[in-house]
């Protein structure tokens, strides 16, 4: 089996006292789907829609007077629901917020072994990330948790908190990835727009290129997923793959989906082609055949028309890795050349 990109966390957090993590959390995120955690309905319904991720809502999607009940709701439904397959998020209120550390101790306490990762929104510095890593630390200590099991998502919606993403990245082992949240992000720069995602009248680049660019880097530098935010005009699902297209094409892993319409196409989109996928299964293979005693030891090698290096390997195994992750099958077997 071919070797995995896979991520190498910082194994101790500035006096957390958390442990060391389980050495891969790449676990697939090209659909991110929100839902109400005080909406059963939508809860019951997001557990049938093949979403690579789901993360109950607890901010944006409660009212303040929903909340409390929402925490139990949320609680329930992660430990009677099937969620098979699909990566297990509760996104909590920000620490500006009063509601935030009674979020957390309900939530993990009552779900904390059906939970995968908590998500933190508003994130302006790497204190927030570290005060919600200690929290979590205490909880799985004092509950008999595996310390260190459940990750966080960082979440970067205003200009203090892109300024200070590289410090927000390596804050904590337990991040797995840094979101933008759009919405709030142009409010806080005052961008002359009213539609998220979409490009503010007047302005003739992608005004979204730096932003984007600047959490890619930070997530990259530490071994973590990139993830695009919303995109609000649900039933416009043209206009959501052109913005999801130009966050995949970044490099990004995945945007979060509103509606269950929008789950096909970010499936889709951030998933590589078939012939994509076959092509760097088939640089993989021919690589380890040059490189073998079989195959002379070569450092490169001729697939087809094509050169192939250790530079062509490591571009194959991001695709490779994502084709795996969505469950792809390859259509084209490896023959070793004849001399």
Not at 161 to 186: H, K, Q, Y
Not at 220 to 237: C, E, F, K, S, W
Not at 307 to 325: C, F, N, P, T, Y
Request: charged share 25%; proline share 6%; glycine share 8%.
């Amino acid at each position: 089996m071919h070797e995995q990109p896979s991520p190498s966390p910082a194994t101790t957090l500035n006096g957390s006292g958390s442990a060391a993590l389980p050495p891969d959390r790449l676990r697939p995120r090209r659909s991110c789907l929100a839902v109400p955690g005080s909406n059963p309905r939508f809860l019951e319904k997001a557990q049938q829609l093949p979403a690579d991720q789901v993360f109950l809502d607890l901010e944006d999607a409660c009212a303040p007077l929903a909340k409390p009940e929402a925490r139990h709701t949320i609680v329930k439904f992660l430990n009677e629901g099937d969620w098979s397959g699909k990566t297990r998020v509760v996104r909590v209120n920000d620490w500006t917020t009063e509601w935030t550390y009674r979020d957390v101790i309900t939530v993990v306490e009552g779900a904390g072994q059906n939970l995968d990762c908590v998500m933190l929104p508003k994130v302006q510095d790497a204190q927030q990330i570290i005060a919600l890593d200690l929290l979590l630390t205490q909880i799985e200590k004092t509950m008999g948790f595996e310390v260190g099991r459940i990750g966080i998502e960082a979440q970067i919606e205003n200009a203090k908190g892109l300024v200070n993403v590289d410090e927000i990245a390596a804050a904590s082992p337990r991040t797995e990835t840094i979101i933008f949240g759009p919405a709030d992000f142009m409010a806080s720069i005052n961008m002359k727009s009213l539609v998220v995602g979409e490009q503010p009248p007047g302005y003739p680049a992608d005004a979204y290129h730096y932003i984007l660019m600047r959490i890619l880097m930070a997530a990259r530098t530490h071994d973590l997923q990139a993830i695009d935010g919303p995109y609000l005009q649900i039933r416009d699902v043209d206009g959501y793959r052109e913005v999801a297209r130009r966050a995949a094409a970044l490099g990004f892993d995945g945007k979060w989906v509103l509606h269950p319409g929008q789950v096909e196409a970010s499936n889709e989109i951030f998933s590589p082609s078939q012939e994509d996928y076959d092509h760097a299964e088939l640089i993989l293979d021919a690589y380890d055949y040059c490189t073998s005693e079989a195959g002379g030891r070569k450092g490169s090698a001729m697939l087809g028309d094509e050169m192939i290096d250790e530079a062509s390997r490591k571009m194959a195994l991001v695709i490779s890795g994502k084709g795996r992750a969505a469950g792809m099958r390859r259509t084209t077997t490896f023959e070793k050349p004849v001399d």
